[in-house]
C-alpha cells in the first residue's frame, strides 16, 4: 500500500451559517453541500460560489423521518443523494437532483441508513452507518450486490474517480486524525493512503465532506463558521 503526501493550498471560508456537515461535491466554480438540522429535522441541500464561498441557494431535501443527507456525488447534470433516518440500520432514500434547479428528479428506497454514495460508470455505490457495510445498486434502484467493509476506517464522504473509490473517514478511536483510501473497486482493499491529522480547532480534516477534483483534495470538516480546505496531491 503506498502512502501519498498532500499540501495545504487554500483555505476557504464559507460565507453562511451551516446545521451539521455531511458531504461535499466540487463541480467547477460550485460547492455543494449536504447538512442536517437535527433539532427542526430536515436536511438541507446548499449550493456556493468558489472561490468566494458565498452562499447561492438552498433547498431542504427531507422526507419526513428521512432528513439526514450524507455524502453525495454527481454526473453531468444531477446530483445524487442518501436521505437517511438519522439512525443505524434505518432505512434511506436515494435522491437524485437536478444540478440547475436542485429539484427533485427521481428517488428509490434501499432498507438502511446511507451515509455515503459514490457515482461509479456502472453503478451506485452506497456505505452504511460507519460504512461496515458497501451496497451496489443500479441508478435506477435495483440491488447489485452487499459486500462488508474489510477496512477499520469509518468512511464519512466517498467518491468514484480516476478508476478507483475514494474513501474520506476516521481511524477507530482513540486515534486521532484520519484517513483518505484509493480503494480497489472489485475488492474495496486500500492501493494507496494519505493520513490526516487535525485542523487548528481540533477537527479531523477527513471528519465530513471530501472531493477530489484535478489533484486537488477538498474537506469541509467543521460545522459553522465551516471552512473548505484545498489539498495539492503530491
Do not use: C
Amino acid at each position: 500500500m503506498l502512502l501519498l503526501a498532500a499540501a495545504l493550498l487554500q483555505t476557504i471560508a464559507l460565507q453562511a451559517e451551516l446545521h451539521h456537515v455531511q458531504g461535499i461535491v466540487v463541480d467547477g466554480d460550485r460547492l455543494f453541500v449536504t447538512s442536517v438540522d437535527r433539532a427542526a429535522r430536515k436536511g438541507l441541500l446548499s449550493e456556493f460560489a468558489l472561490p468566494s464561498g458565498k452562499l447561492l441557494r438552498t433547498v431542504e431535501v427531507q422526507q419526513g423521518d428521512l432528513f439526514h443527507p450524507g455524502g453525495l456525488d454527481h454526473d453531468a447534470t444531477s446530483l445524487w443523494i442518501p436521505v437517511a433516518e438519522y439512525r443505524p440500520n434505518s432505512r434511506a432514500s436515494i435522491q437524485r437532483r437536478s444540478k440547475k434547479t436542485l429539484d427533485l428528479i427521481s428517488s428509490f428506497e434501499v432498507p438502511d441508513h446511507v451515509g455515503a454514495l459514490a457515482l461509479s460508470p456502472d453503478a451506485l455505490i452506497l456505505a452504511n452507518w460507519d460504512a461496515r457495510t458497501f451496497y451496489r445498486y443500479t441508478p435506477a434502484g435495483k440491488l447489485i450486490s452487499t459486500s462488508l467493509n474489510p477496512n477499520r476506517t469509518s468512511y464519512q464522504d466517498i467518491k468514484f474517480r480516476n478508476g478507483s473509490i475514494i474513501a474520506s473517514g476516521l481511524h477507530p478511536k482513540p486515534a486521532p486524525g484520519g484517513a483518505v483510501e484509493f480503494l480497489d473497486p472489485a475488492t474495496y482493499a486500500p492501493t494507496r493512503t494519505l493520513e490526516f491529522q487535525l485542523t487548528d480547532r481540533g477537527t479531523a480534516f477527513t471528519h465530513e465532506g471530501m472531493d477530489l477534483v484535478n489533484h486537488r483534495l477538498y474537506f469541509l470538516p467543521e460545522d459553522s463558521p465551516s471552512r473548505l480546505f484545498v489539498f495539492s496531491l503530491d
